[in-house]
Protein backbone atom coordinates (compact mmCIF):
# COMPACT_ATOMS: atom_id res chain seq x y z
CA UNK A 1 0.00 0.00 0.00
CA UNK A 2 1.27 3.52 -0.77
CA UNK A 3 1.49 5.55 2.77
CA UNK A 4 0.20 9.29 2.82
CA UNK A 5 1.85 11.41 5.28
CA UNK A 6 0.67 14.66 5.61
CA UNK A 7 2.80 17.11 7.53
CA UNK A 8 2.11 19.20 10.31
CA UNK A 9 -1.45 16.90 11.92
CA UNK A 10 -2.51 19.99 13.11
CA UNK A 11 -1.83 24.01 12.66
CA UNK A 12 -2.83 27.39 14.68
CA UNK A 13 -3.55 30.52 12.36
CA UNK A 14 -5.38 33.45 12.60
CA UNK A 15 -7.97 34.62 9.68
CA UNK A 16 -5.82 36.23 6.97
CA UNK A 17 -2.44 33.87 7.02
CA UNK A 18 -1.16 32.38 4.81
CA UNK A 19 -1.49 28.15 5.18
CA UNK A 20 0.58 25.37 3.52
CA UNK A 21 -0.36 21.65 4.15
CA UNK A 22 2.23 19.11 2.86
CA UNK A 23 1.63 15.38 1.74
CA UNK A 24 4.48 13.04 1.08
CA UNK A 25 3.61 9.93 -0.63
CA UNK A 26 6.02 6.04 -0.65
CA UNK A 27 5.82 5.79 -3.48
CA UNK A 28 5.73 7.71 -6.98
CA UNK A 29 2.08 8.28 -8.23
CA UNK A 30 3.13 10.97 -10.56
CA UNK A 31 0.07 13.96 -10.35
CA UNK A 32 -2.44 11.19 -9.36
CA UNK A 33 -3.63 13.23 -5.75
CA UNK A 34 -6.68 15.10 -4.51
CA UNK A 35 -7.28 17.04 -1.57
CA UNK A 36 -10.29 17.48 0.62
CA UNK A 37 -11.96 19.81 3.35
CA UNK A 38 -13.75 17.99 6.07
CA UNK A 39 -15.90 19.89 8.50
CA UNK A 40 -16.74 18.24 12.03
CA UNK A 41 -20.44 16.54 11.33
CA UNK A 42 -20.27 17.70 6.95
CA UNK A 43 -19.46 15.44 4.37
CA UNK A 44 -15.92 15.82 2.80
CA UNK A 45 -15.66 18.45 0.00
CA UNK A 46 -13.34 17.72 -2.78
CA UNK A 47 -11.15 20.61 -3.66
CA UNK A 48 -8.30 19.58 -5.70
CA UNK A 49 -7.55 16.63 -8.18
CA UNK A 50 -4.52 15.94 -10.16
CA UNK A 51 -2.46 17.40 -7.42
CA UNK A 52 -3.41 20.90 -8.87
CA UNK A 53 -6.64 21.26 -10.81
CA UNK A 54 -8.95 22.76 -8.83
CA UNK A 55 -13.06 21.60 -8.49
CA UNK A 56 -15.69 23.64 -9.63
CA UNK A 57 -16.94 26.26 -7.13
CA UNK A 58 -13.44 25.80 -5.03
CA UNK A 59 -12.61 29.49 -4.11
CA UNK A 60 -9.26 30.61 -5.59
CA UNK A 61 -7.54 30.80 -2.63
CA UNK A 62 -7.07 26.90 -2.46
CA UNK A 63 -4.34 25.99 -4.96
CA UNK A 64 -2.08 22.98 -4.63
CA UNK A 65 1.05 21.78 -6.51
CA UNK A 66 3.93 18.73 -6.08
CA UNK A 67 4.79 15.56 -8.44
CA UNK A 68 5.80 12.52 -7.71
CA UNK A 69 6.13 12.02 -3.99
CA UNK A 70 6.02 15.71 -2.70
CA UNK A 71 2.67 17.55 -2.67
CA UNK A 72 1.14 21.06 -0.99
CA UNK A 73 -1.93 22.56 -0.46
CA UNK A 74 -1.55 26.22 0.07
CA UNK A 75 -4.66 28.54 1.56
CA UNK A 76 -3.35 32.03 0.48
CA UNK A 77 -5.54 33.93 2.93
CA UNK A 78 -7.05 31.88 5.38
CA UNK A 79 -10.93 32.59 5.73
CA UNK A 80 -13.11 31.73 8.84
CA UNK A 81 -14.74 28.94 6.96
CA UNK A 82 -11.93 27.69 6.40
CA UNK A 83 -11.19 26.45 9.50
CA UNK A 84 -11.47 22.30 9.20
CA UNK A 85 -9.24 19.39 8.24
CA UNK A 86 -7.83 18.52 5.48
CA UNK A 87 -6.83 15.07 3.72
CA UNK A 88 -5.24 14.32 1.00
CA UNK A 89 -5.64 10.97 -0.98
CA UNK A 90 -3.52 9.48 -3.70
CA UNK A 91 -5.59 7.69 -6.58
CA UNK A 92 -2.37 6.01 -8.52
CA UNK A 93 -2.86 2.71 -7.43
CA UNK A 94 -5.57 0.43 -5.39
CA UNK A 95 -5.62 0.32 -2.56
CA UNK A 96 -6.79 3.84 -2.57
CA UNK A 97 -5.28 5.59 0.59
CA UNK A 98 -5.14 8.78 2.53
CA UNK A 99 -3.35 10.82 4.18
CA UNK A 100 -3.60 11.32 8.70
CA UNK A 101 -5.38 14.70 8.17
CA UNK A 102 -4.30 18.40 9.18
CA UNK A 103 -5.97 20.08 11.43
CA UNK A 104 -6.29 23.81 10.96
CA UNK A 105 -7.54 25.65 14.10
CA UNK A 106 -7.76 29.07 14.98
CA UNK B 1 -29.02 17.62 -10.01
CA UNK B 2 -26.88 14.63 -8.56
CA UNK B 3 -27.48 13.77 -4.90
CA UNK B 4 -26.29 10.31 -3.15
CA UNK B 5 -27.92 9.37 0.54
CA UNK B 6 -26.99 6.83 2.60
CA UNK B 7 -29.65 4.88 4.91
CA UNK B 8 -28.75 1.50 7.29
CA UNK B 9 -29.26 0.68 10.87
CA UNK B 10 -27.24 3.31 13.12
CA UNK B 11 -26.28 0.53 15.79
CA UNK B 12 -25.47 -2.99 15.58
CA UNK B 13 -24.35 -5.29 17.71
CA UNK B 14 -20.87 -7.34 17.46
CA UNK B 15 -20.69 -10.47 14.83
CA UNK B 16 -23.70 -8.98 12.93
CA UNK B 17 -23.54 -8.16 9.38
CA UNK B 18 -24.25 -4.40 8.60
CA UNK B 19 -25.73 -3.67 4.96
CA UNK B 20 -25.88 0.08 3.85
CA UNK B 21 -27.55 1.52 0.99
CA UNK B 22 -26.85 4.04 -1.05
CA UNK B 23 -29.57 5.42 -3.50
CA UNK B 24 -28.47 8.24 -5.94
CA UNK B 25 -29.81 10.19 -8.46
CA UNK B 26 -29.03 12.71 -11.21
CA UNK B 27 -26.12 10.05 -12.96
CA UNK B 28 -26.41 6.27 -13.81
CA UNK B 29 -23.98 3.63 -12.90
CA UNK B 30 -24.42 2.10 -16.22
CA UNK B 31 -22.68 5.35 -17.53
CA UNK B 32 -19.28 4.49 -18.55
CA UNK B 33 -16.30 5.95 -16.42
CA UNK B 34 -18.76 6.08 -13.55
CA UNK B 35 -18.03 4.54 -9.84
CA UNK B 36 -19.86 4.57 -6.56
CA UNK B 37 -17.62 4.27 -3.82
CA UNK B 38 -17.73 4.04 -0.18
CA UNK B 39 -15.76 5.98 2.80
CA UNK B 40 -15.97 5.57 6.24
CA UNK B 41 -14.41 7.98 9.31
CA UNK B 42 -14.41 6.81 12.70
CA UNK B 43 -14.59 9.42 15.39
CA UNK B 44 -11.57 11.07 16.16
CA UNK B 45 -9.87 9.43 12.72
CA UNK B 46 -9.02 10.05 9.18
CA UNK B 47 -10.95 8.77 6.60
CA UNK B 48 -10.83 5.30 5.39
CA UNK B 49 -11.40 4.02 1.40
CA UNK B 50 -13.56 0.76 1.62
CA UNK B 51 -15.26 -0.19 -1.36
CA UNK B 52 -15.76 1.00 -5.51
CA UNK B 53 -18.00 -0.36 -7.50
CA UNK B 54 -17.53 0.69 -11.44
CA UNK B 55 -20.41 0.72 -14.46
CA UNK B 56 -19.43 -2.24 -15.49
CA UNK B 57 -19.82 -4.50 -12.06
CA UNK B 58 -16.37 -4.91 -11.69
CA UNK B 59 -14.93 -4.06 -7.94
CA UNK B 60 -12.23 -3.18 -5.66
CA UNK B 61 -11.97 -3.29 -2.07
CA UNK B 62 -9.50 -2.26 0.70
CA UNK B 63 -7.33 -5.40 1.50
CA UNK B 64 -7.62 -5.16 4.77
CA UNK B 65 -11.05 -5.51 5.32
CA UNK B 66 -11.51 -7.30 1.88
CA UNK B 67 -12.93 -10.62 3.36
CA UNK B 68 -15.84 -9.32 5.18
CA UNK B 69 -17.30 -6.24 2.47
CA UNK B 70 -19.25 -7.16 -0.89
CA UNK B 71 -20.57 -3.94 -3.07
CA UNK B 72 -23.00 -4.59 -5.49
CA UNK B 73 -25.48 -2.00 -7.65
CA UNK B 74 -28.98 -2.12 -8.56
CA UNK B 75 -28.92 -0.22 -11.63
CA UNK B 76 -32.27 -0.14 -12.36
CA UNK B 77 -33.28 1.36 -8.63
CA UNK B 78 -29.94 3.85 -8.78
CA UNK B 79 -28.64 1.90 -5.29
CA UNK B 80 -25.67 0.67 -4.31
CA UNK B 81 -24.87 -1.51 -1.25
CA UNK B 82 -22.67 -2.07 0.95
CA UNK B 83 -22.85 -5.21 3.35
CA UNK B 84 -19.61 -5.77 5.95
CA UNK B 85 -20.14 -9.05 7.95
CA UNK B 86 -18.39 -9.96 11.50
CA UNK B 87 -18.57 -6.07 12.92
CA UNK B 88 -17.02 -4.88 15.67
CA UNK B 89 -16.66 -1.67 17.38
CA UNK B 90 -13.75 -0.44 15.71
CA UNK B 91 -16.41 -0.23 12.68
CA UNK B 92 -17.83 2.16 14.13
CA UNK B 93 -18.03 5.17 12.13
CA UNK B 94 -20.06 7.21 9.88
CA UNK B 95 -20.05 5.84 6.45
CA UNK B 96 -20.15 8.29 3.59
CA UNK B 97 -21.01 6.90 -0.75
CA UNK B 98 -19.38 8.91 -3.38
CA UNK B 99 -19.68 8.91 -7.00
CA UNK B 100 -16.43 8.77 -8.93
CA UNK B 101 -15.48 9.64 -11.97
CA UNK B 102 -12.71 9.15 -15.07
CA UNK B 103 -11.55 12.47 -16.30
CA UNK B 104 -8.63 12.92 -18.90
CA UNK B 105 -5.71 14.97 -18.21
CA UNK B 106 -2.72 16.04 -20.51
CA UNK B 107 -3.69 12.38 -22.25
CA UNK B 108 -3.44 10.52 -18.94
CA UNK B 109 -6.78 9.10 -16.87
CA UNK B 110 -7.84 10.62 -13.40
CA UNK B 111 -10.16 8.64 -11.15
CA UNK B 112 -11.88 11.18 -8.75
CA UNK B 113 -14.36 11.45 -6.15
CA UNK B 114 -16.69 14.48 -7.23
CA UNK B 115 -18.87 16.32 -5.04
CA UNK B 116 -21.69 16.21 -3.65
CA UNK B 117 -20.74 13.32 -1.52
CA UNK B 118 -23.98 11.54 0.52
CA UNK B 119 -24.72 13.12 4.22
CA UNK B 120 -22.91 10.18 5.69
CA UNK B 121 -25.04 7.41 8.11
CA UNK B 122 -23.17 7.19 11.87
CA UNK B 123 -23.08 3.80 12.59
CA UNK B 124 -22.31 2.44 15.98
CA UNK B 125 -21.24 -1.19 16.88
CA UNK B 126 -22.05 -2.11 20.25
CA UNK B 127 -23.63 -4.84 22.47
Known amino acids: DIQMTQSPSSLSASVGDRVIITCRAS??????LAWFQKKPGKAPKSLIYAASISQSGVPSRFSGGGYGTDFILTISSLQPEDFATYYCQQYYIYPLTFGGGTKVEI | QISLKESGPTLVKPTQTLTLTCTFSGFSLSTSGVSVGWIRQPPGQALEWLALIFWDGNTEYSPSLKSRLTITKDTSKNQVVLTMSNMDPVDTATYYC???????????????????WGQGTAVTVSS
Open chain 1, 27 to 32: QDITTN
Open chain 2, 98 to 116: VRRLKTIIRGFDHWIFSDP
